[in-house]
């Protein structure tokens, strides 16, 4: 994670997508962040300085001569942030911010901070697309500004379009990265997650009970990192993430292909998904249909993807496999790093409480050429900072 005890200046303005703040502010404070909020008077109308005070414990800035004796509150309060998050950001403040008109406690404050700086813009749909606007936003990014693009929607004007406020999880990860250092900047880091479906016909495949998380979590981790991101993966319930490139792959027909592909010019390759070693020989054109007979299923074993990235390993590429294991977990999983001509593996026990399929945590030993391991139970977020250091620890020592 991007570490805790981190402080964020957050402004609000004034706009209907407001109230979504509050819970983004909730959020961010049950996870250790020092949030320092900023109302514009417009933003005043929408949300209430006692609701947000209720959940930072803090004073809710509004008017920019309610200073404190001996300070100079639009200076001081933004001295020691790491990053400031205007959210939702109105087509006036965003105007003022771009020409540095300092007129209130936000734009005042904005203008004094000198941390990263981010903007998440909320409006009509043809305000947002006005050419000011589009020159507005333009100025700010050239100024240093990380824009996080608002999303096509149902508006609360009843227009449709681009202008909803973006989702509170795209907004937490251009906010991460922008608090982060970016050790990866440069590198192309290609993730697999989640399962393989192999079809026995139009309606039936085999399967596994891979959620992708730790892949998505170590995707994630690697664009705060800074790093050009690809993620292939199988079909999960999760989101595409934003900012990076997903491939979606069914089979491991699908996904061998995919990563042969772009495993061609990539710096770092982490194979987190669960991928079927088998698949039906032959796959029904219709479906099955149910006698008194037993179905007896022919299965032929699949491209061995991680053998065969091993196999073509360029200078310089590291790859990472994974092992999950019900026995002699240690043991296969050595056996795997060689075998596979892997750098390293990450090898965890589905026998374990709180790793495995599903969770949200893991608990992993991590075998390399230099040893063995055992890393204590933490987040799949956490996680995936914890193996890209380990992964950029290996590219370094072949530098």
Known sequence: ???????????????????????????????????????????????????????????????VFDDDPGTITHVDLVKDADAFLVMPASATTIAKLAH???????????????????????????????????????????????????DVGLLACGDVGKGKLAKASDVKMILEYAMSEHPLKGYKVVVSAGPTQEAIDPVRFISNHSSGKMGYAIAKAA???????????????????PFIKNVSITSAQDLYEAMI????DADFIIM????ADYTP??????????NDSDLTLSLKKTKDIL??????KPKG???????????????????????????????????????GFKTDTNIVTIIDQDGIRPLEIMSKDELGFVILAECLKKREAQS
Not at 223 to 241: I, K, N
């Open 1 to 63: 994670m991007i570490g805790l005890s981190k402080k964020i200046i957050i402004g609000i303005t004034g706009s209907i997508a407001a109230f979504k703040t509050i819970q983004f502010i909730s959020d961010l404070t049950k996870e250790d962040y020092e949030i320092e909020v900023i109302l514009t008077e417009a933003g005043s109308r929408f949300v209430t300085p006692v609701s947000i005070q209720a959940l930072t414990k803090k004073r809710v800035y509004i008017d």
């Open 100 to 150: 540095g008109i300092a007129d209130n406690m936000l734009t005042a404050a904005y203008l004094a901070a000198t941390c990263p700086k981010v903007i998440a813009p909320a409006m009509n749909v043809h305000m947002f697309e006005n050419p000011v606007t589009q020159r507005n936003l333009k100025q700010l990014v050239d100024d240093g500004a990380l824009i996080v693009d608002p």
């Open 223 to 241: 664009f705060t990192l800074g790093a050009d991101v690809t993620l292939v993966s199988g079909q999960v319930a999760l989101s595409p993430l």
């Open 261 to 264: 592909e772009e495993a061609q």
């Open 272 to 275: 987190s998904a669960a991928v």
């Open 281 to 290: 020989a032959t796959t029904a054109t219709e479906k099955i249909k149910k």
């Open 307 to 312: 053998y065969e990235l091993g196999q073509k």
């Open 317 to 355: 590429q590291i790859i990472c496999g994974f092992a999950m294991e019900t026995t002699d977990l240690i043991s296969n999983a050595t056996k795997k790093l060689t075998k596979k001509n892997a750098d390293l593996i990450i090898a965890n026990s589905l026998r374990t409480a709180g790793a």
